[in-house]
């Protein structure tokens, strides 16, 4: 394993994709240089794309461009420092991407600062401000600089790691945060219209529990009562950050076909057949699709409601 970045082996050969299948492609991957966003950034790279590296930390990314090159051929990586808070320092990133690559054809808005996560009446207004920053403001000022050239090649793909809408499922500040960027993706699929016109796919992509500890050992018991994250299904502890970039990896190679949808990372396994270290913990149903008519209106239409509703109550599964 790298000593700066613990990176594992790649788990692409499990994904049934060819080697290359993303030649000719870019990426930009914010949060590039550690954990799931590594991951990804590899796992993009394998597949023949070169991978722009936009990170906040230094040595984690310049050491992230140095193994992504050795994995690859030289060039394949660049990494630029980079605050996606700062619209100025996201400006220069996309200035260096364009003039070392010509064009930016997927978007992997990934950064964030799990460590700020905390409850409701425990958060200060930095934590809940600095995580907006960074996942609703850098969203925003990604898209705002890289959907504008997809639109004129009428090519590309923008997606985002999200999570879940609120506690216990994940700390209370962060699940708000991320909320926010969700719904600019979720609006920006809806203001491009279908791939068909544009060229163009938006879709949003949970990783669960992805990244450290990386052994099979579960987390301690503290970390599973602060964040009440269980072991992921079909693994012993947290899911290894090259097998949350391998699915992501597989959702934007079908982006076309998910255009306007979350999705979280065991459908994407499942699509892959995938081969679990523990199958036998893996859930063998999933829930159904929100209709779009419900979906710009989900928040009010959650939780138990009026317990007597005075007209008949219709599904909001998808048609």
């Known amino acids: 394993m790298d000593k700066i970045l613990d990176a594992g082996p790649l788990a692409m050969h499990k994904t049934n994709l060819k080697k290359n299948t993303l030649a000719g492609e870019v990426v930009v991957i914010t949060g590039g240089a550690g954990n799931v966003g590594l991951g990804t950034a590899r796992s993009l790279a394998w597949l023949g794309a070169k991978v722009v590296i936009a990170d906040v930390t230094p040595e984690p990314g310049k050491a992230a461009e140095e193994l992504i090159n050795r994995e690859n051929e030289p060039r394949t990586a660049l990494f630029v420092l980079t605050d996606v808070s700062d619209e100025t320092s996201m400006k220069a990133m996309a200035e260096k991407a364009y003039d070392t690559f010509g064009k930016v054809d997927i978007l992997v808005n990934n950064a964030m600062i799990m460590s700020l996560g ?64 969700t719904s600019i993706m979720m609006s920006l699929a809806a203001e491009l219209g279908p791939v068909k016109d544009t060229g163009i796919a ?118």
């Open 118 to 181: 905390a409850p409701i009446l425990k958060s200060t207004v930095y934590q809940m401000d600095r995580q907006y920053e960074i996942a609703a403001r850098g969203t925003l000022i990604g898209i705002q600089l890289f959907v504008p050239g997809m639109q004129e090649r009428h090519h590309g793909v923008v997606t985002y790691m999200s999570t879940a809408f609120q506690y216990p499922v994940g700390p209370s500040n962060y699940c708000a945060a991320k909320a926010a960027a």
């Open 202 to 319: 938006v879709f949003t992509f949970i990783p669960a529990g992805v990244g450290f500890p990386r052994s099979v050992v579960p987390p301690p018991p503290e970390i599973m009562r602060k964040f009440k994250m269980p072991s992921m299904p079909g693994y012993e502890g947290n899911i290894p950050p090259e097998d949350g970039g391998a699915a992501l990896s597989y959702c934007i190679t079908r982006a076309a076909e998910l255009h306007g949808s979350g999705i979280i990372i065991g459908q994407a396994f499942r699509q892959m057949n995938w081969s679990y270290p523990k199958p036998e913990t893996v859930p063998n149903t999933d829930f159904q699709r929100i209709d779009d008519r419900v979906l710009p209106l989900i928040f009010a239409y959650m939780g138990p409601g009026f317990p007597d509703p005075k007209v008949p109550l219709m599904p909001i599964n998808r048609r």
